[in-house]
């Protein structure tokens, strides 16, 4: 397998065949600025103690502070760390937000943890990196397995570090301590923003196109949840334990609602046989796997959970003629090449899933100014960043000269490169 890292940065090399970039920029984007790793000591509520390792990267930061999440995950590692960060920087350059890139997370399966021991270890994450980031050098936000709750509780702590209320230091928060309205549902509305421009150029009309969703966590829900009230149908979708595949849609209301009180998707599936569930309203709903689901025939596939889920394997099989990629970093280089060949159209993580740090610019905003903006004006300003970032990007395709992922690094790139330029290059100190 190759290193991860490399493999994120093969993107930047395929792009800057295609602008003129400066050589120096290319080499300072292959090396995270900075990196800092933790050990996280937890009192655990039967008295042991445990040590969690953390991480934070700071990738570049010459267009602004550093900016990106923190991921809890038992797969997180420096290498996904260092990955996530540099398509942070490269994500708030391809949508315009005067940011670099950043990321965190410690290894751990939260799930596995009470709330008091979640607590302790966010706190704990904050105290040891409260000198490394900060409202104007690096500022934290929600990722995998992480949510408001969390945030509040990190606000709070780096808050009592510096004795000063500090709220511009985490966006992600819960709106009572300063979070924005529409923060939460941001990344899922981003990636819908996307899809409608899709509508538009290709004449789609919703009720006739399929939809499958791995991944119905808080960005796979959302999206669900305003393409199924325009009518598309969203046939699959999927969590951790297993997928469920309804022909005629699934019901997406009541499946968000049933998955926030279980926790899971089970109760969807139908698991009974014909003579004893009827009526049932899961009839026609059948249990599928994850991989099932990728490479199911359907106009729309949205990878909305991990990395590398489309990978040199399974890419043959998939048949999506359009890719959403809500996750970050869901494609590996190689399958792109296969897709690319079939002519799949893949419309790249660092556009799609950029709705959810455009309003963590927002919250940042507003907790400098001390604003608080409305709802609709949180997502009117998203809609016109979304939708303008997005035809931006199209229109670099040059008809199919470059694909929409190498449009959108070039589109970042190039707004990279020009601030880079700006501090003085090779060409500027050798005369
Ligand atoms: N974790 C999100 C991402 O990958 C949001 C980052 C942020 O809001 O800073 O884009």
Known sequence: MPDIFQSALSRLEEASKHCQIDPET???????????????????????????KGYRVRHNDVLGPTKGGLRY???????????????????????????GGAKGGITVDPKNLSKLELERLSRGFIQQLAGFIGPDTDIPAPDVYTNPTIMGWMVDEYSKIHHQKLP????????????SLGREEATGRGAYHCIKQLEKIRD????????AIQGFGNAGQHVASLLHRDGYRIVAISD???AAYRESGLEIPRIIEEKNRTRSLSGVY????????????????????????LELDVDVLIPAALENQLTVENADRIKAPVIVEVA??????????ILNSKGTLIVPDILANAGGVTVSYFEWLQNRSGDRWSLDEVRDRLFI???AAFKAIYSRMNGGEMTFRTAAYVHALERIDAAVDSQGTYSYFSH
């Open 204 to 211: 789609w009309s919703p009720s006739e196109i399929r939809v």
């Open 26 to 52: 290319l080499q300072r984007l292959r090396h995270p600025m900075a990196i800092f790793q933790v050990s996280v000591p937890v009192r655990m509520d039967d008295g042991s103690l445990k040590i969690f």
């Open 270 to 293: 139908c698991e009974c046989s014909v003579s004893t569930c009827s009526p049932c309203e899961n009839e026609g709903t059948r249990r599928i796997t994850n991989s099932e689901l």
């Open 385 to 387: 960043s979304m939708s």
């Open 240 to 242: 951790s334990h297993g």
């Open 168 to 179: 511009a230091v985490i966006t992600g928060k819960p709106v009572p301590l300063g979070g």
């Open 73 to 99: 995950h038992p797969q997180v590692d420096l290498g996904e760390v260092k990955s996530l960060a540099f398509w942070m920087t490269c994500k708030c350059a391809a949508v315009g937000i005067p940011f």
């Open 328 to 337: 970050n970093g869901p494609t590996q280089p190689e399958a792109d090449q």
